[in-house]
């Protein structure tokens, strides 16, 4: 992977780079090239299996440590980290926030330099601070890589990747795609991981569908159009992205949004998905809150590939691994 001239010095995207320019953290998917991007994809194709046959598995990561740090809640991205860990031939720790010397006040760092002397080669950190993931991975030995599993609302870089791989199995032309992200754009790491992807596979229209109060003002997303009516951003779309609203990031949702009303005028159902294409397909990162956001049967039924999403996470969390392990020599 080389930089572009998008990555400007000193940012996420330049300190992801080790010698060489590979990556070795993989902090953001601002500033990742379009080839870095298609490669990535098309290594988490061969980590996948076909129904019915058990995981894919390999050595890569014989004799290497994943330490999964979440100091947020997480089911996919925790469980998906450490099954393609061990996929790999890693031994994973998963550390217990709620028992950790977090909770007594140890500092990050101290956490960090404790994990990394028992030989600790990646540290996979979902927090709910702004730049920690950078943060540690300026602090870091150089056997170890930082992977961003979440970072409060701003960036989930192999939710963006396990995203798009999912709409290029069903919609492999980018150029000619209208793709509608719905709910809590504002507070949502998600949309914005997606967005950045979908932007460098040059998506064809994205759509960011929310309240006023919901809307992002970043200006990287200048080039989505923003939609305050749902039946406007579902209109002919191919893909439609369902987001829950981040409540653990908002301090008072009535003054944002009209909550009593959410479902009613931002919930995506089997009834306003009729406005979209009727080959579209229906996605959402989870948790889900059914009957809020989405409606349940849309959630379960034909055009849903959420549980697709689950699947594909592995194999891009597989890919990312990898990919370090082969790339940044310094073991
Ligand atoms: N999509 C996602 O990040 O889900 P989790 O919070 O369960 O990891």
Redesign the pocket.
């Known amino acids: 992977m080389t930089p572009n001239a998008a990555t400007p010095a000193g940012s996420d995207a330049e300190l992801q780079l080790g010698e060489g320019g590979n990556l070795r953290h993989l902090l953001t998917l601002k500033g990742m090239t379009r080839k870095a991007m298609i490669d990535l994809l098309d290594a988490a194709e061969s980590f996948l299996s076909p129904p019915g046959d058990p995981p894919q598995r390999s050595n890569i990561l014989a004799g290497r440590t994943v330490g999964n740090l979440f100091f947020e ?6 469980a998906s980290f450490d099954l393609a860990g061990r996929r790999l031939g890693a031994d994973v720790l998963n550390l217990d926030v709620n028992t950790s010397s977090r909770k007594k006040g140890e500092s990050i760092l101290d956490t960090i330099y404790t994990l990394e002397a028992m030989a600790v080669d990646f540290m996979v950190v979902r927090d709910a601070g702004a730049g920690i993931p950078a943060y540690i991975a300026r602090h870091v030995k150089k056997h170890v890589s930082v992977l961003n599993a ?1 970072e409060a609302d701003v960036s ?1 870089p192999t ?1 963006g990747l396990l995203d798009v791989m999912t709409i290029r199995h069903h919609k492999p032309d980018f150029a000619n795609l209208v793709v509608a992200i719905v709910g809590d754009i504002r507070h949502s790491r ?1 949309a914005r991981s997606a967005a950045q992807a979908l932007r460098t596979l040059e998506v064809g229209e994205l759509r960011l569908v929310s309240p006023p109060g919901m809307a992002a003002e970043d200006a990287d997303l200048e080039f989505a159009r923003r939609v305050d009516k749902l039946d406007d951003g579902l209109r002919d779309a191919d893909v439609v992205m369902a987001l829950r609203i981040q409540r653990e990031r908002i301090q008072d949702i009535e003054g944002i949004v009209d909550i009593d009303n959410y479902t009613r005028d931002f919930g995506v159902t089997r009834e306003r998905m009729k406005l979209a294409k009727p080959d579209a397909i229906v996605m959402h ?3 889900m809150n059914r009957g809020i956001e989405i409606e349940g049967s849309l959630a379960d039924g034909e055009q849903s590939v959420i549980t697709e999403q689950v699947t594909n996470g592995v194999a891009i969390r597989m890919a990312v691994l990898a990919h370090i392990a082969r790339s940044h020599g310094a073991w």
Request: glycine content about 16%; overall charge positive.
């Open positions: 809640a997480s089911t996919r991205t925790r979440g989930h939710q998600v990162p989870g948790p």
